[in-house]
């Protein structure tokens, strides 16, 4: 299977502990993106890397998460100090920059659940 | 507000119906528009994409169209089948914001024997 994958796909923590999800995009794609999406909403973006430059953020990234891609291939999510507000499936995307279709792989997303 | 507005919320439709999703937005300028499906605890998966100048977009038994002008697409499912059960979003691309997407809330459909 060559598509987007994701670790865990599952995750259950407690309030105020750290958690981090791993994305692995689609080997030949260069960007990648983190959403986050909640129950009967749509995907809202949160963060999205050219290679390893993270190019842009959006205000629902707070101080307390933090994304990296440190070799351009996989990256990593965590949310430190968890909240229940952040329960949510965490999506990560890939695409490949310069096609005009611009399409975005989506991977199985990460449910988080902060008891 | 969301550039992106799609109705019904969620339908049931019987197993060999068909059904019409709609999806409004706003955003401008406008690139393209997918509509993505979503079956539960899965990430989203595209079924369509439409561009300014194209008005339709068949994938099997799904058929998109597009209203450029009026800001409109609708997504049919033609004879539903239990697999359909699943989220379908919307989502428009805009020329602009780094290839930053607007996606819709989704239409919940639920098809039942």
């Known amino acids: 299977d060559t598509g987007v994958s994701q670790d865990p796909r599952h995750k259950i923590t407690k309030r105020g502990q750290n958690v981090t999800f791993r994305c692995d995009p689609i080997?030949?794609?260069?960007?990648l993106y983190w959403y986050r999406q909640t129950l009967g909403q749509g995907p809202e973006f949160l963060t999205y890397?050219?290679?390893?430059?993270?190019?842009?953020k959006s205000r629902l990234l707070s101080d307390r998460f933090s994304a990296e891609r440190p070799k351009g291939s996989f990256s990593t999510l965590e949310i430190q100090r968890t909240e229940q507000g952040d329960s949510a499936m965490y999506l990560c995307?890939?695409?490949?920059?310069?096609?005009?279709?611009?399409?975005?792989?989506f991977g199985p997303g990460t449910r988080l659940t902060v008891t | 507000k969301n550039q992106v507005e799609q109705s019904p919320q969620s339908l049931i439709i019987l197993e060999g119906k068909n059904c019409t999703l709609q999806c409004n937005y706003t955003v401008s300028p406008f690139s393209n528009l997918r509509w993505y499906k979503q079956d539960t605890g899965r990430g989203p998966v595209s079924l369509t994409i439409?561009?300014?100048?194209?008005n339709t977009k068949s994938n099997g038994r799904y058929t998109a169209t597009l209203d450029a002008d009026t800001k409109q697409s609708s997504l049919h499912i033609t004879a539903s089948q239990l697999s359909d059960s699943a989220s379908y979003i919307c989502?428009?691309?805009?020329?602009?914001?780094?290839?930053?997407?607007?996606f819709g809330k989704g239409n919940q459909v639920v098809v039942i024997p």
């Open positions: 080997s030949e794609h260069n960007r």
């Open positions: 439409m561009t300014f100048s194209e």
């Open positions: 995307a890939s695409s490949l920059a310069g096609q005009i279709s611009y399409e975005q792989y």
């Open positions: 890397f050219q290679n390893e430059a993270q190019l842009e």
């Open positions: 989502v428009v691309r805009s020329y602009y914001g780094n290839n930053r997407l607007a």
